[in-house]
């Protein structure tokens, strides 16, 4: 299997391991800018660096992942549009609106892996035939903690905290506008606010909090880049119970009782495999169901953006 990557960075990274996981002999050719700005692949067994469309392409790649930055996005998907290679695109799709959907002549898929948790996937095997009453989504986390690696405060100048980089809580932290859009379908009515101007002081938006409508219940979704107490949980309210989602321990629990329902040792890192598998289980089943197209992801983007 030969897969090529536009954007290699942190995350393609774990899109590499998780190929190399579940394919030994997997071959990575990785589009660069140029010789001189680019360090070369080639001490990493497996990479070749190429730097052209053309030589990419010329490659015959199974599929092609776009991790670049999410500004590039659009650009990157309407040069391969007519290519005819499966597109694996990371989230969020685009960074804005600005721009209609293109139309795509192959496979696509958007890379959203809390989809693959388990907590949530019980979740959603266990709501049919519940009464939901309301639902609170929550995700707040310390930015300044997103990259270790970067010393005192160069932070500052990766796209997440950026907004002309297309960085911001509302866009980085999309997977819960996805999980809740795959959990209940689109909203009828989407109200947000958006803020920057906690303590971080960046251009981006650190701060982002919706209200989803549905005909017989609401979605509250707050997200932020600022509490240094990482947490992660989902609520959903039932008449007879409140059940838990603590994405972080991947847990569920009814808060009614006490109740541990659900638990798992799988941790994030371990959807990184398991979406993996299931976008290449997908590719070599013609009759398989599409799953979060680029068609699903931008109406998810509109619930974000619009």
């Known amino acids: 299997m030969r897969v090529g990557i536009i954007g290699l960075g942190s995350i393609a990274r774990k899109h590499i391991a998780a190929l190399r996981g579940l394919d030994s002999r997997v071959e990575i050719v990785a589009l660069r800018h140029s010789h001189a700005t680019s360090p070369a692949s080639t001490e990493e067994a497996g990479i070749t660096d190429l730097y052209s469309l053309d030589e990419l392409l010329a490659c015959r790649p199974d599929f092609i992942i776009i991790s670049n930055p999410t500004a590039q996005h659009y650009d990157t998907v309407v040069a391969l549009a007519g290519s005819g290679v499966p597109l694996f695109i990371e989230k969020p799709l685009f960074a804005d609106l600005s721009r209609p959907l293109p139309t795509i002549g192959s496979p696509t898929y958007i890379a959203c892996n809390l989809r693959f948790l388990d907590s949530l996937r019980w979740i959603k095997k266990h709501l049919a035939g519940r009464r939901v009453n309301e639902v609170n989504a929550y995700c707040g986390s310390y930015l300044p903690d997103w990259r270790p690696t970067l010393k005192n405060e160069a932070w500052r100048t990766c796209y997440s905290a950026n907004r002309e980089m297309g960085g911001g809580v509302h866009i980085d932290l999309i997977h819960e506008i996805d999980y809740l859009y795959w959990l209940?379908?689109?909203?009828?009515?989407?109200?947000?606010?958006?803020?920057?101007?906690?303590?971080?002081?960046?251009?981006?938006?650190?701060?982002?909090?919706?209200?989803?409508?549905?005909?017989?219940?609401?979605?509250?979704?707050?997200?932020?880049?600022?509490?240094?107490?990482?947490?992660?949980?989902?609520?959903?309210?039932?008449?007879?119970?409140?059940w838990q989602v603590d994405l972080a321990a991947n847990t569920v629990t009814d808060l009614s009782t006490g109740t541990v329902l659900f638990e798992s040792p799988q941790r994030f890192a371990d959807t990184y495999p398991a979406q993996m598998e299931d976008f290449l289980h997908r590719l070599g089943t013609d009759s398989a169901e599409a799953f979060n197209t680029i068609d699903e992801a931008y109406d998810v983007l509109r619930i974000c953006l619009e």
């Not at 209940?184 to 303590?199: C, D, E, I, L, Y």
């Not at 997200?223 to 039932?238: A, I, K």
Request: charged share 25%.
């Open 184 to 242: 209940f379908g689109a909203p009828q009515t989407v109200r947000k606010t958006f803020r920057n101007v906690s303590s971080l002081d960046i251009s981006a938006w650190d701060y982002a909090n919706y209200c989803f409508e549905y005909p017989t219940f609401a979605v509250s979704v707050v997200l932020n880049y600022y509490r240094r107490d990482y947490r992660r949980t989902l609520e959903l309210v039932f008449e007879d119970a409140t």
